[in-house]
């Protein structure tokens, strides 16, 4: 699969897997927009990836992906901004310790 010049969307992109996938990808040349609920982790991986790589390759949007209009519209920004999509990893985890036995509907 070729990577370079890849558009990617990486949800819960931040930190832990995500943020390496989202390295991963942009060492390929791919320009990714990653996901995150967590606005101060989402600025500093931001800067850390602007700092390692050229800036405007990756791009930090605030997104708490259990909104169905929030990740709607992370999607049509990352079409508009860059006219389309290649890349999808879903990635966020939205299910913590207190409710790891809840069902899903």
């Given at each position: 699969m070729k990577i370079e010049g890849a558009v990617a969307l990486?949800?819960?992109?931040?930190?832990?897997?995500?943020k390496a996938i989202c390295e991963k990808l942009l060492q390929g040349g791919a320009k990714i927009h990653f996901l995150d609920i967590n606005k101060t982790t989402g600025e500093e991986t931001q800067k850390s990836f602007n700092n390692?790589?050229?800036?405007?390759?990756?791009?930090?949007v605030y997104c708490d992906v259990t909104s169905h209009d929030q990740?709607?519209?992370?999607?049509?920004?990352?079409?508009k901004e860059h006219g389309r999509l290649d890349i999808v990893v879903n990635n966020a985890a939205i299910m913590d310790e207190s409710d790891w036995q809840k069902p899903l509907v």
């Open positions: 990486v949800t819960g992109g931040a930190s832990g897997i995500g390692q790589h050229s800036v405007g390759q990756a791009k930090f990740l709607e519209a992370a999607f049509r920004d990352t079409v």
